[in-house]
């Protein structure tokens, strides 16, 4: 997907992403553990501002908004629990308990350092040969 | 072009608390954010660092229902693709981003994998809690 991201932007646009990704260096059980407790679809191969470099791109700012994550997954929480009588009521409980176990699985993974989250900034590195305007 | 295998996951989730207290609930859990993790503070810094001029094109893959391309689309003036593959995400977002955009909006439900669209066409794209 990075790769098209690349294609369709001009000579030095800029793609900006935001993920979910897997603290750096981790080891064996710590990466074992990241892995569980951490979304489905969080990648191991690298991190993103490596896949982005990868991908054709220059690497231009990378912010660390861990901090902002961990907030917002606490705000997750306390509002499933202040509406949770009425959301197993209208919503199933199986569904509140899913969100509710989703949730807590990653503040767990965040507050032991395994997860973080990232926003990165890259520029297509390319010439003018390169592209051509237009939709297929 | 064949849809990614997990397509029915991905509409499942914007299914979800679709409910009154649903409503509720989404609200308590990020205000004005309509979702995602992305925050309003780091959707403006976003806008800011994209740097985009009026009527220039941005794309916002796997934009879900419309956050935060919307918001970059309204601060910079630029003109919006937003895509993604669940048709229920796009739905949910169409009435509030024309209302916020008009005519500068355009939705398409693809796979962002194999976009039909040509090189160079776009001066920004945003791409937010997709990956992962």
């Not at chain 1, 861990?66 to 629990?81: K, M, N, Y």
């Not at chain 2, 503070?41 to 806008?47: I, N, P, T």
Request: charged share 30%.
């Amino acid at each position: 997907m990075l790769r098209e991201c690349y294609r369709v932007l001009r000579p030095d646009g800029l793609l900006v992403v935001a993920a979910i990704e897997l603290t750096p260096n981790l080891k064996d059980l710590d990466l074992h553990r990241a892995l569980e407790l951490g979304p489905a679809d969080v990648h191991a191969e690298a991190a993103l501002g490596e896949m982005l470099q990868r991908s054709g791109f220059e690497l231009v700012i990378e912010r660390d908004v861990t901090r902002e994550f961990r907030v917002r997954i606490r705000q997750r929480l306390d509002a499933l629990a202040r509406n949770e009588q009425a959301l197993r009521r209208e919503e199933g409980d199986d569904v509140v308990h899913e969100e509710r176990e989703k949730r807590a699985r990653m503040l767990k993974a965040v507050n032991q350092g395994l997860l973080r989250r990232t926003i990165v900034v890259g520029r297509a590195e390319k010439s003018l040969m390169q592209t051509s305007d237009g939709v297929t | 072009m064949h849809p990614p295998a997990n397509t029915r996951l991905f509409e499942e989730k914007y299914l979800r608390f679709q409910s009154e207290a649903g409503a509720r609930f989404r609200a308590a859990s990020g205000g004005s954010v309509p979702n995602g993790w992305t925050t309003v503070e780091q959707a403006e810094w976003m806008a800011a660092t994209v740097g985009l001029a009026p009527g220039e094109r941005l794309l916002d893959l796997g934009a879900g229902r419309g956050w935060p391309g919307e918001l970059i689309a309204q601060h910079t003036g630029a003109q919006l693709l937003s895509v993604d593959v669940p048709i229920e995400a796009l739905r949910q977002g169409r009435a509030r981003m024309r209302e916020a955009l008009g005519a500068r909006v355009w939705q398409v439900c693809g796979d962002g994998r194999a976009l039909p669209i040509g090189d160079g066409h776009f001066s920004a794209v945003c791409h937010t809690d997709v990956l992962c």
